[in-house]
Every structure is written in C-alpha cells, then in structure tokens.
Nanobody
Framework: QVQLVESGGGLVQPGGSLRLSCVGSGFAFSDYSMHWYWQAPGKERDMVSGISPDGGTITYDDSVKGRFTISRDNALNTVYLQMTSLKAEDTAVYYC?????????WGQGTQVTVSS
C-alpha cells in the first residue's frame, strides 16, 4: 500500500519558520522525483518545489526562492521543506507528491497558516 504522510504544518507568525516532512512507503522512494505543492482556498494546486531522485536537481517557484529549501533523505524515505521568512500569502494546504514517468502519488496534505 502506497502512502505519503506529511507532517509539520501549523500556525506560525509572519517571519517565522516551519519544516514540513513527508515520509513515503510502499514504493521505491529513491526512484521518484519528489515535489511539494500548495493550494490556497479558491486557488489551483501549484508546485512549490521539486527535487530529483538523487537530489541533484532542485527547482523552486519564484515566490519562495531564497526562503524555502527542499531536501531529501532516501535512507529515511523522507522529503523535507524548510520554510523561513514566512508570509501571510504562504498560507495554504501543502501536499507531498511523488512522480516517476506517468506514475504519481499524493499525500493527504498539511495545513500551514501564517498569521499574527
């Protein structure tokens, strides 16, 4: 049974930090590129960041460059998203995604709320 389980979301003040984690199981984690997506109320789900299977290629949405850092630990089947200098507009449900060719899996999402 394939699972992606996110954790680490919550309420944080503007300027604060959070680290999201996503643990994968039931598939060959190290063969998959991993991504974080976000979806704010009334908006589409868009990609925040992605990392290749070996961690050698990383991409970010322009709005988070310099503030968010994606990383992965294939030994732990885990991908992380370190978020700093958080802004109100970062408020969204964050989803973990695993993709290999036409196969992809999604987590259930974790809420991040940035508010004073």
């Amino acid at each position: 049974q394939v699972q992606l389980v996110e954790s680490g979301g919550g309420l944080v003040q503007p300027g604060g930090s959070l680290r999201l984690s996503c643990v994968g199981s039931g598939f060959a984690f190290s063969d998959y590129s991993m991504h974080w997506y976000w979806q704010a109320p009334g908006k589409e789900r868009d990609m925040v960041s992605g990392i290749s299977p070996d961690g050698g290629t990383i991409t970010y949405d322009d709005s988070v460059k310099g503030r968010f850092t994606i990383s992965r630990d294939n030994a732990l089947n885990t991908v992380y998203l370190q978020m700093t200098s958080l802004k109100a507009e970062d408020t969204a449900v964050y989803y973990c995604n695993a993709r290999r060719f036409s196969t992809e899996y999604w987590g259930q999402g974790t809420q991040v709320t940035v508010s004073s």
